[in-house]
């Protein structure tokens, strides 16, 4: 039987771009439970805008995978969150919408893409979130909120209703403020759909265990080094005796990838876009085209109109990329630097079981800080080289600087997210 | 690094539309970011590239979609069941 429940949050941080204010639940695990979606995630008769202009307005037929399995396990969807414009940003205020505000200081920004589920979950204003993570946008706005985020395997949930930006990066997942409730979302929405050619036969169904005795833990000397706030790297480093202290072992490594694997994701993920993107042509959906204007100019002047200014830029960015005399000097070359990290990965993680080190190089930025897109940039070097290799890896809190938020970061093998879950778990029973 | 008639030039291929005030800020970005991506020039790049990517198949059958009505709900102009789009010729 369906029951229903009210949704009036008073979000003074802008977490959500729409509520629902009479949600409707069913029977499940998760049964009423309020959830928070991320607006590329497509749900069925709600309006879903990837916080961008261009798809303002418009009203998906059909529910993401992910969706119908929340209503399965009788989640009450709450709501859409802010974003940064199609996912492409570190912190909430690429939104066409205006951005989100951190919800533990509202002089700063929650972290992004997902910064408006973090900001639902951090502020209280509903229990879970989903977000999605293609350079980290899971992980940076769990951190910097202090909250839990997990980015999975890649294929252990399926995208089908996720609007693409950069599909082989991207992959989505749960966000909590406790790792048993992460957990919990986890299982309701990993598991193989034939509508995502990329997904896997690997349903989650694990209850966190807190006993890590015996884990070895690889510590990369690359995630302590320049560009990280040193208070941060203290406090991680603190986090990472507690773990040792728990009975785990740990092991410096290395990770000469590194050095080329912001690179790697910028070109990879510009040039993705450039070619997803192109379906917004205001044909389909957004605000409509009837003009005597030729094809192109109308297209060109919908897109200008529609799309801000860091979308425009990564398109641009990723048709140059791609272009005739320049595949070979960008692409290519990204390609075997993202195998690179792949294989640094596999190296590492024969010997150890997971991997350690800071989300991010810094506490949350404040508010307008980072105007300079490379400088922007530059801060996801932390968490891209998981979605390069396709690897798990999850964001606990485990601390604070100057009163913000730090957050751990523990990336495990290919569909150990379990381990990984493990490992956030026990810190998370034995830790700040 | 990049010229203000190279990005002129892409803004066109990808239909992004570009005005002349927003022109040097994107050359500067661009050039900018261009530079960084310069590190992949110093790759080794003897080594092959392992690619284990096959193509996941099914077989051609009918399966459940979206009806007429719904595909065309969200276009802003359609006319007698088509989506209406600007002239291509």
């Known amino acids: 039987m369906a029951k229903t429940l009210s949704f009036n949050p008073d979000d003074s ?59 399965d396990a009788g989640a009450a969807i709450v709501g859409k969150t802010n974003m940064d414009e199609f996912g492409m940003g570190t912190t909430t205020e690429n939104s066409a919408f205006g951005p989100t505000l951190n919800p533990l200081d509202k002089n700063r920004v929650p972290g992004g893409s997902s910064g408006g589920s973090a900001a639902a979950v951090g502020a209280g204003l509903c229990d879970l979130a989903i977000g999605s993570d293609t350079g980290g946008s899971i992980r940076c706005p769990a951190a910097f909120c ?137 044909v389909r959906y957004g605000p409509g085209l009837d003009s005597p204007k030729s094809w192109h100019e109308a297209y060109s002047e919908q897109r200008k109109e529609g799309f801000g200014k860091e979308v425009r830029r990564r398109i641009i960015l990723g048709t140059f990329s791609l272009a005739a005399g320049y595949f070979g000097r960008y692409y290519q070359k990204a390609q075997t630097a993202r195998q690179m990290v792949r294989d640094d990965f596999e190296r590492i993680l024969k010997d150890v079981d997971v991997i350690a080190g800071p989300t991010m190089p810094d506490i949350a930025f404040r508010l307008g800080e980072k105007s300079d897109p490379l400088q922007m940039y530059l801060s996801d070097i932390l968490t891209v080289p998981a979605n390069l290799a396709g690897v798990p890896a999850i964001s606990v809190p485990c601390g604070r600087v100057d009163g913000m938020p730090v957050g751990l970061q523990i990336i495990g093998k290919y569909f150990d997210d379990e381990r990984v879950i493990d490992t956030a778990y026990a810190f998370e029973q034995e830790g700040v | 690094m990049v010229t203000a008639e190279d990005v002129r030039k892409v803004a066109k291929l990808a239909d992004v539309g570009i005005d002349d005030s927003e022109i040097t800020e994107f050359t500067r970005q661009c050039s900018g970011v261009l530079e960084y991506f310069e590190i992949l020039d110093t790759l080794d790049q003897s080594k092959q590239l392992i690619r284990e990517r096959y193509n996941i198949l099914r077989e051609d059958e009918v399966t459940p979609s979206l009806s007429q009505e719904e595909s065309l709900q969200n276009a802003g102009q359609t006319e007698k069941g088509f989506f209406k789009a600007p002239r291509v010729m």
């Open chain 1, 146 to 282: 202090g909250i839990v985020g997990l980015k999975p395997t890649y294929g252990r949930v399926s995208r089908f209703g996720l609007i693409a930006y950069a599909n082989s990066l991207e992959q989505i997942g749960p966000m909590a403020r406790d790792v048993s409730s992460l957990s919990k979302l986890f299982s309701v929405i990993a598991g193989p759909d034939p509508r995502d050619a990329t997904s896997v036969d690997r349903p989650y169904s694990h209850e966190p265990l807190k006993k890590i005795d015996g884990l070895k833990i690889g510590v990369p000397e690359e995630f302590f080094g320049e560009g990280v706030n040193p208070q941060v790297a203290e406090v991680v480093r603190e986090a990472i005796s507690t773990l040792e202290s728990l009975g785990a072992e740990t092991k410096p490594c290395t990770m000469p990838s590194m050095k080329y694997a912001l690179s790697a994701y910028y070109v990879t993920c510009t040039s993705e876009a450039s070619s997803n993107l192109a379906r917004f042509d205001g």
């Open chain 1, 13 to 71: 941080v802008h977490a959500f771009l729409t509520t629902i204010p009479e949600v409707t639940y069913g029977e499940g695990p998760l049964s009423g439970v309020t959830v928070a979606v991320k607006d590329n995630i497509t749900t069925k008769g709600i309006e879903t805008t990837c916080a961008s202009k261009i798809l303002k307005g418009y009203i998906p037929p059909y529910d993401a995978h992910v969706v119908t399995l929340l209503k």
